[in-house]
């Protein structure tokens, strides 16, 4: 059975969409560089073609019909390691108050910790992303995105759009942090329930 397990999990590895997920894991360290050397045009291409790389695994999983339960913990792993490094570095070289860096640190540690603690409790494993949850990142994105573009490209509307989202990355990681402990209690709630 296990010999059985690991090569099913190999092919999984090779699927197109997978293999892009990886190579979106092989950016982080050459933006992070990138930043920290104040390479803005570099960084900013390298974060362009990561949410490219996002969107093309998506539409070849669906197109291929490669979706894989791999890649539905690979590519938000991705995602988040991505996000997660770049408010780091971003905040290091003081581009983005410590306070939003703070925050998101604060959810993700949060929302893992209690997963990992229902999970050896009881054996919880209902972790369903919320619609706050997936706003969250999208706000992160772009939050991200403008604060390098407007190293880029020093104009008013850039600044506004980059302040606004941040402060809205700051809004969401609040709210999603307080709807994912109330959904989480309800659906444990429901779990614990005796069937009719």
Same mark, same amino acid.
């Given at each position: 059975?296990?010999?059985?397990?690991?090569?099913?999990? #190999?092919?999984?590895?090779? %699927?197109?969409?997978?293999?892009?997920? @990886?190579? &979106?894991?092989?950016?982080?360290?050459?933006?992070?560089?990138?930043?920290?050397? +104040?390479?803005?045009?570099? $960084?900013?291409?390298?974060?362009?073609?990561?949410?490219?790389?996002?969107?093309?695994?998506?539409?070849?999983?669906?197109?291929?019909?490669?979706? %894989?339960?791999?890649?539905?913990?690979?590519?938000?792993? *991705?995602? /988040?390691? @991505?996000?997660?490094? @770049?408010?780091?570095? @971003?905040?290091?070289? /003081?581009?983005?108050?410590?306070?939003?860096?703070? $925050?998101?640190?604060?959810?993700?540690?949060?929302?893992? *910790?209690?997963?990992?603690?229902?999970?050896?409790?009881? +054996?919880? &494993?209902?972790?369903?992303?919320?619609?706050?949850? #997936?706003?969250? %990142?999208?706000?992160?994105?772009? *939050?991200?995105?403008?604060?390098?573009?407007?190293q880029v490209l020093p *104009?008013?509307?850039?600044?506004?759009?980059?302040?606004?989202?941040?402060? $809205?990355?700051?809004t969401f990681t609040t709210?999603s942090g307080v709807h994912?402990?109330?959904? %989480? +209690?309800? &659906?444990? &709630?429901?779990? +614990? #329930?005796?069937?009719?």
């Amino acid at each position: 059975m296990p010999p059985l397990h690991g090569t099913r999990v #190999k092919n999984q590895f090779w %699927t197109a969409p997978n293999q892009i997920t @990886l190579l &979106r894991l092989i950016f982080i360290p050459f933006v992070i560089i990138a930043v920290f050397d +104040g390479d803005w045009f570099w $960084a900013l291409g390298l974060l362009v073609a990561a949410a490219l790389s996002d969107a093309l695994d998506g539409l070849l999983a669906r197109a291929l019909h490669q979706q %894989t339960l791999l890649g539905q913990y690979l590519d938000p792993l *991705a995602d /988040k390691l @991505l996000l997660s490094s @770049l408010f780091l570095v @971003l905040s290091f070289v /003081k581009k983005i108050p410590w306070k939003f860096t703070v $925050a998101v640190f604060s959810r993700d540690a949060c929302i893992v *910790a209690t997963s990992i603690v229902l999970y050896a409790a009881v +054996g919880f &494993r209902d972790f369903r992303p919320s619609i706050f949850g #997936k706003i969250n %990142t999208a706000c992160q994105i772009a *939050a991200v995105f403008f604060v390098v573009l407007s190293q880029v490209l020093p *104009a008013h509307w850039v600044f506004v759009l980059m302040k606004f989202f941040l402060y $809205a990355t700051f809004t969401f990681t609040t709210i999603s942090g307080v709807h994912y402990v109330l959904v %989480t +209690g309800h &659906r444990l &709630r429901e779990q +614990g #329930k005796p069937a009719a």
